[in-house]
């Protein structure tokens, strides 16, 4: 990017930051937030532009639960309890509770549910509640979190509530033989249920290699086969993996695997799975590069085809997302650092999602508006 052009865009942002801070997105005023103008007019929850504007949220989980659409982020801290934590492993990232959204519509409001689930609640969890995600089945919603033990090594957990914004009560232990973070629970046309989760670095999904916990395991070299997410099938009641966790295989059109050294195209972290037309979508973030980008497979269980990015780099290390149908349109769930400036701070923002007729996704600019307007 040219450099006038990247503090035209530095400056777009931080007027925006501001922008947000004072009236734009979801506010909160006790526990139902209305999205309104300072004037107190209901205003829509504009696209690109934080939900919500007096938390930080990050890594949002969308989905449809009677009609509804609720967002599962994780919650950034105002302030961090160990300033001096690395970052190279996501030490920054110490997120204690968990919030949960919910939208009515675009033209309407959007609620702060509140806690949802604490750190200080989930028996066997030591430390940073990162990025969740929820499911629904039978007249139970489930919450999916992952969090180091007290150990220091990455779990998932899952929590139960039969109202999908909690609060959530969390089984004693993590799920056994669940290790990494990034949860993603797709529930196929079938009924059948997947944890789709791992990430790399910080994510610790490295470790994992031989099938135990190795710290500070180095990864694949730059021209080996990269390590590609886990799944496992969930158990019927939904609180156990009903299979041991395998590696999603992720090929060029040639069928050939993505290389560790194609930092462009190989998985880091963020899985999200979702189903359009009969084929299933695998998104996921490229970590140091910073796209988010999808594969396509005609099995749940891969192997998945490259295809193309879905959302160019965002402003903030981290890039994070979900895919949502509602109301007939689909729409992409991400974050950036916008509201704070801090990458540790993040906002959660939406987008519409536009499929070509041959199924792939177009490629978003999420400040392309910002830009033309100046
Ligand atoms: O929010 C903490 C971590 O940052 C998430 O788990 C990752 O996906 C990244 O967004």
């Given at each position: 990017?040219?450099?006038?052009?990247?503090?035209?865009?530095?400056?777009?942002?931080?007027?925006?930051?501001?922008?947000?801070?004072?009236?734009?997105?979801?506010?909160?005023?006790?526990?139902?937030?209305?999205n309104?103008?300072?004037?107190?007019?209901e205003v829509t929850v504009l696209p690109?532009?934080?939900?919500?504007?007096?938390?930080?949220?990050?890594?949002?989980?969308?989905?449809?639960?009677?009609?509804?659409?609720?967002?599962?982020?994780?919650?950034?801290?105002?302030?961090?309890?160990?300033?001096?934590?690395?970052?190279?492993?996501?030490?920054?990232?110490?997120?204690?509770?968990?919030?949960?959204?919910?939208?009515?519509s675009f033209s309407g409001t959007?609620?702060?549910?509140?806690?949802?689930?604490?750190?200080?609640?989930?028996?066997?969890?030591?430390?940073?509640?990162?990025?969740?995600?929820?499911?629904?089945?039978?007249?139970?919603?489930?919450?999916?979190?992952?969090?180091?033990?007290?150990?220091?090594?990455?779990?998932?957990?899952?929590?139960?509530?039969?109202?999908?914004?909690?609060?959530?009560?969390?089984?004693?232990?993590?799920?056994?033989?669940?290790?990494?973070?990034?949860?993603?629970?797709?529930?196929?046309?079938?009924?059948?249920?997947?944890?789709?989760?791992?990430?790399?670095?910080?994510?610790?999904?490295?470790?994992?290699?031989?099938?135990?916990?190795?710290?500070?395991?180095?990864?694949?070299?730059?021209?080996?086969?990269?390590?590609?997410?886990?799944?496992?099938?969930?158990?019927?009641?939904?609180?156990?993996?009903?299979?041991?966790?395998?590696?999603?295989?992720?090929?060029?059109?040639?069928?050939?695997?993505?290389?560790?050294?194609?930092?462009?195209?190989?998985?880091?972290?963020?899985?999200?799975?979702?189903?359009?037309?009969?084929?299933?979508?695998?998104?996921?973030?490229?970590?140091?590069?910073?796209?988010?980008?999808?594969?396509?497979?005609?099995?749940?269980?891969?192997?998945?085809?490259?295809?193309?990015?879905?959302?160019?780099?965002?402003?903030?290390?981290?890039?994070?997302?979900?895919?949502?149908?509602?109301?007939?349109?689909?729409?992409?769930?991400?974050?950036?650092?916008?509201?704070?400036?801090?990458?540790?701070?993040?906002?959660?923002?939406?987008?519409?999602?536009?499929?070509?007729?041959?199924?792939?996704?177009?490629?978003?600019?999420?400040?392309?508006?910002?830009?033309?307007?100046?």
């Amino acid at each position: 990017m040219r450099a006038d052009k990247q503090l035209k865009r530095i400056v777009i942002l931080v007027l925006m930051g501001f922008t947000a801070i004072g009236f734009g997105g979801c506010q909160t005023n006790g526990s139902t937030n209305a999205n309104q103008e300072a004037d107190g007019k209901e205003v829509t929850v504009l696209p690109n532009t934080p939900i919500i504007t007096d938390i930080f949220t990050a890594d949002p989980s969308a989905h449809v639960f009677d009609g509804q659409l609720y967002i599962y982020p994780s919650h950034d801290p105002d302030e961090l309890t160990d300033p001096n934590a690395s970052s190279d492993e996501g030490g920054q990232y110490q997120m204690t509770d968990y919030h949960v959204l919910s939208i009515d519509s675009f033209s309407g409001t959007c609620t702060d549910h509140g806690v949802a689930l604490s750190l200080a609640d989930i028996p066997w969890a030591g430390q940073q509640l990162w990025a969740p995600d929820a499911a629904y089945k039978k007249g139970k919603y489930f919450f999916y979190f992952p969090a180091k033990d007290k150990d220091g090594i990455f779990r998932i957990g899952v929590a139960t509530s039969k109202n999908p914004a909690g609060p959530f009560t969390a089984e004693e232990s993590y799920i056994a033989g669940s290790f990494s973070m990034d949860p993603c629970v797709f529930v196929d046309t079938d009924g059948a249920a997947y944890m789709f989760f791992g990430g790399l670095d910080g994510g610790q999904l490295e470790d994992w290699q031989t099938g135990a916990y190795v710290k500070d395991s180095a990864g694949p070299g730059k021209s080996e086969a990269a390590l590609g997410p886990m799944v496992a099938k969930m158990s019927e009641d939904m609180l156990s993996f009903a299979s041991a966790p395998t590696e999603i295989a992720i090929v060029d059109e040639n069928g050939d695997p993505i290389m560790a050294g194609d930092e462009n195209r190989r998985f880091f972290e963020a899985s999200w799975v979702h189903k359009y037309n009969g084929k299933y979508y695998l998104s996921y973030s490229t970590g140091t590069t910073h796209f988010l980008v999808y594969a396509v497979s005609d099995t749940v269980t891969g192997p998945y085809v490259y295809k193309g990015q879905i959302l160019e780099p965002v402003q903030g290390w981290t890039t994070h997302h979900s895919i949502v149908e509602f109301n007939g349109e689909w729409y992409l769930f991400y974050h950036d650092d916008s509201l704070s400036g801090l990458d540790y701070r993040r906002c959660v923002k939406y987008t519409k999602l536009t499929y070509n007729e041959d199924g792939t996704i177009q490629t978003i600019d999420p400040y392309a508006d910002m830009a033309e307007e100046n």
